[in-house]
């Protein structure tokens, strides 16, 4: 299995404060910066830009997982790979276009990540799972932070990770939404290894001690 990566996701921040907040989540052990892009079309909210994106750049050294839940990406991958992205996430329903998209981020010399909504099959990464550094199974509709966890995702995951050992690949499975300590395990269990957690984190009065609890319930699993 690919090593476990805990993402949390500044959608639930305070937006007056990032810079900090982002700095607080870093000491907490943090390996990601989940950002999450939203465009007020592709998902019915509307979030952040590449100057916030340039922002958190200069607020810390960890990766920033950058997540366009947004209506033609191919728009704006160079824009967000300037500003500071690590990992570029389109979603396949926003992409007539998906193979050239996934080399676009490519060619910026970003990680490209392919993002799926809860209903959208598999199939749609057949011939672009090669080109990808990982895959987002979203485990809510986008769009907000705080729902549940879609506890059908779970069977998703799997089907997802047997596939890409099944094609020698190392792509890594993100999960996204509804992700708490008390689900983390099963998740991984199911062969996802880098978990998004916003409210999960967020609403947790230690968050060093909320993603030492997701490691430690990973672990668990893994023996
Ligand atoms: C939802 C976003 C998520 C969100 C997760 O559209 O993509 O990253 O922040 O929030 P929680 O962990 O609260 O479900
Ligand atoms: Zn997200």
């Not at 019915?44 to 366009?68: E, F, K, S």
């Not at 010399?109 to 209903?119: E, F, K, S």
Request: proline share 7%; aromatic share 4%.
């Amino acid at each position: 299995m690919p090593p476990l990566r805990i993402a949390p996701s500044i959608l639930s921040a305070d937006f007056g404060r990032l810079a900090d907040e982002v700095a607080r989540l870093t000491a907490a052990g943090a390996d990601y910066i989940h950002v999450d892009v939203m465009d007020g079309h592709f998902v019915p909210n509307l979030t952040i830009g590449p100057p916030v994106v340039r922002a958190l750049r200069r607020a810390t050294h960890l990766p920033l997982d950058v997540h366009l839940m947004i209506e033609r990406p191919e728009m704006w991958i160079e824009r967000y790979a300037e500003a500071g992205a690590d990992l570029i996430h389109v979603h396949a329903e926003a992409c007539p276009h998906l193979h050239r998209v996934v080399q676009q981020i490519r060619s910026c010399g970003r990680r490209a990540v392919v993002a799926l909504n809860p209903h959208t099959p598999l199939s749609v990464l057949d011939y672009v799972l090669e080109d990808l550094s990982m895959v987002l199974l979203m485990t809510v509709n986008p769009g907000f932070g705080g729902q549940s966890f879609i506890p059908q995702m779970l069977p998703k995951v799997r089907a997802l990770r047997h596939l890409i050992a099944s094609r020698g690949l190392q792509v890594d499975i993100e999960v996204d939404g509804g992700i708490k300590a008390d689900n983390a395990a099963e998740l991984v269990a199911a062969g996802a290894n880098v978990l998004v957690a916003g409210s999960g984190i967020f609403d947790t009065p230690d968050w060093a001690a909320t993603i030492a609890a997701m490691r430690k319930g990973a672990q668990a699993l893994a023996r």
